[in-house]
Structure formats: C-alpha cells, structure tokens
C-alpha cells in the first residue's frame, strides 16, 4: 500500500499513515494504482450527512445497527446517545464502533472506537454544531446522556457508478 503524501496529510489535517486499496479478495477486482480518492471525499460527505448508521456489538457478539444524528468535526465523529439505550450499553462493554452513512452509491465507512466526551469546550462546539445543523441544541439529560469521539482507524469509501475504479482505504495511526 502506498505511503500517503505528508502535504496531503497536512492539508487535510488527517493523520493515515496509509492510503490504498479495500482489503478484499482477488474476485472483487480491485487493482492497484498511482491515485485514490482524496481524503476531502470522505470528509466532505461525513460533514454534510444528516443520518448516520452505527453498528456495535452486544456482549453475546450479536449486531446493534441503528441511526443516529452526529458531527463530523475536527477529525471526528460525534454523536450522543442515552447510557441506558442498547448502543449505550454495547459501547459500555467493548467501545468498537463502525459508522457508514445511508448511501449505496457514494459509500463511506468508519471504523474506529467509541471514547465519551465530556470536557465542556467540546460540548459547547457540539451544541453549536447541533443548532446549526439540526436547528435544535443537544438533547441532553443529566446522567443519562453520553456523548462519543469516534477516531477513524480504518475508513472505506468508493462510489458505485466507478466501483472498483475508485475503491479506496485509508489507515490511520492511533493517537
């Protein structure tokens, strides 16, 4: 997998140290090539979303998918939740999480961990986010309202009128 570029790292603000091709067999087609996606397609498309799925597993390994309102800030995904909710109590037991948006036909995965925030700066940039992308401030309840930094570890994406032209992986190194 080709290393990926520091300016574009830079630009970005992303931290992947690589960027290649969707870890799939040989059947799907995928070959390898001097350029993929820019970062800017995912990030754009998680910034303009709406809707959010998540997926979480439950203790007996079982999957949880729901959607959910969220952010994509300085990185990251946001998104907040009850702690009595079953995603609540699955992030709780392990904290992997993975977060694709609605589209079949412009695709973007995020796989990563799910970390509770709760330092009042970044509550405060969220509630602002919130008003302006939601028209409403965050749905908060004390003691029972967890928000979560999702950092991407491993994020897909590729469009479906250009599969597998344009398949495209991104691996990030943890913080």
């Not at 690589?18 to 067999?25: I, K, S």
């Not at 995904?77 to 909710?85: A, D, H, I, V």
């Not at 995965?109 to 919130?130: C, P, Q, W």
């Amino acid at each position: 997998m080709p290393k990926a570029k520091s300016t574009q790292a830079k630009k970005s603000q992303a931290n992947f140290v690589n960027v290649g091709l969707p870890l799939v067999p040989a059947l799907y087609g995928l070959k390898p090539r001097k350029q993929y996606l820019p970062w800017s397609h995912a990030e754009e498309r998680f910034t303009r979303s709406r809707n959010y799925w998540i997926c979480t597993a439950r203790p007996d390994g079982r999957p949880h998918s729901i959607p959910v309102w969220g952010f994509w800030a300085d990185g990251a995904f946001y998104f907040g939740t009850g702690r009595s909710s079953r995603k609540g109590k699955n992030l709780a037991y392990k904290s992997a999480i993975s977060v694709h948006l609605e589209s079949g036909d412009d695709v973007v995965i995020l796989e990563g961990s799910a970390v509770e925030v709760s330092d009042k700066a970044t509550l405060k940039k969220l509630n602002a986010l919130s008003r302006k992308k939601y028209k409403m401030p965050l749905a908060t309840i004390p003691g029972e309202t967890v928000l979560y930094c999702v950092r991407p570890r491993v994020v897909l994406a590729w469009t479906e009128k250009d599969f597998p032209n344009n398949a495209t992986r991104w691996e990030f190194s943890p913080l």
